[in-house]
């Protein structure tokens, strides 16, 4: 009965390689997430999605494309993979603008 | 640059003791949140304070927020081992971005 699930927990992979990760939220949520955390735990926002809809897109390169197929999942893609792309990136999700619930986290480690 | 900056960055005390983490912004606010995180773990809710609110508390925790210095506090009473955590406050922007500081690292020693 996890309320945000995302898979898969660890990544390992190539330079050049492309990848997908994907989140699940179980509470009814209108609002999905992706953040990037990185080696300093800093967390930073990437996109949100609100009902299937784009609302934030921040400063991230265009290799990484996110996909609401429905307001309960929100995955995404990364093509051509590169170092600085190493970092854990975490999904979320909440109603409205109210407390946000996080996934365990997708550890990401490009070679 | 960050919007939100948390102090001090490593804190550690003793179970028992009361443990405080500041957090100052820059740019106004809808409301402004603290997170823990567990060592390779997800982040966790723990308390929202809105913009028009002064102090709050849940249980163990107390939030203050100051608007008219763009701070907040959170005051951890009676620490306990399991209380070892980053702890982040997060600022939820008018533009509904929520933007997170840098974090505390808080150890509490049995």
């Known amino acids: 009965d996890t309320a945000v699930s995302q898979t898969p927990k660890y990544l390992v992979t190539q330079m050049g390689n492309d990848k997908s990760i994907k989140c699940e939220q179980n509470?009814?949520?209108?609002?999905m997430y992706w953040y990037k955390q990185d080696s300093k735990k800093f967390l930073k926002i990437m996109f949100s999605?609100?009902?299937?809809?784009?609302?934030i897109n921040e400063t991230v390169p265009n290799r990484f494309s996110p996909k609401s197929p429905d307001k309960a999942h929100l995955n995404l893609h990364i093509n051509s993979l590169e170092l600085g792309d190493s970092a854990v990136y975490f999904c979320?999700?909440?109603?409205?603008?109210?407390?946000?619930?996080f996934g365990p986290g997708t550890r990401l480690t490009v070679l | 640059s960050q919007q939100g900056e948390e102090d001090p960055q490593a804190l550690s005390i003793q179970e028992g003791e009361n443990a405080t983490m500041n957090c100052s912004y820059k740019?106004?606010?809808?409301?402004l949140q603290w997170y823990r995180q567990n060592s390779g773990r997800g982040l966790v809710h723990l308390i929202l304070?809105?913009?028009?609110?002064r102090e709050k508390h849940s249980g163990r925790l107390r939030v203050t927020l100051d608007t008219s210095k763009k701070s907040s506090s959170l005051l951890i009473t009676a620490s306990r081992a399991a209380d070892t955590a980053s702890y982040f406050c997060?600022?939820?922007?008018?533009?509904?971005?929520?933007?997170f500081g840098a974090g505390t690292r808080l150890a509490v020693h049995p």
């Open positions: 997060a600022t939820l922007l008018l533009s509904n971005k929520l933007i």
């Open positions: 979320a999700s909440s109603q409205e603008v109210w407390a946000q619930y």
């Open positions: 999605y609100n009902n299937k809809e784009l609302i």
């Open positions: 509470l009814g949520h209108d609002t």
């Open positions: 740019t106004s606010i809808n409301n």
């Open positions: 304070i809105r913009s028009n609110e």
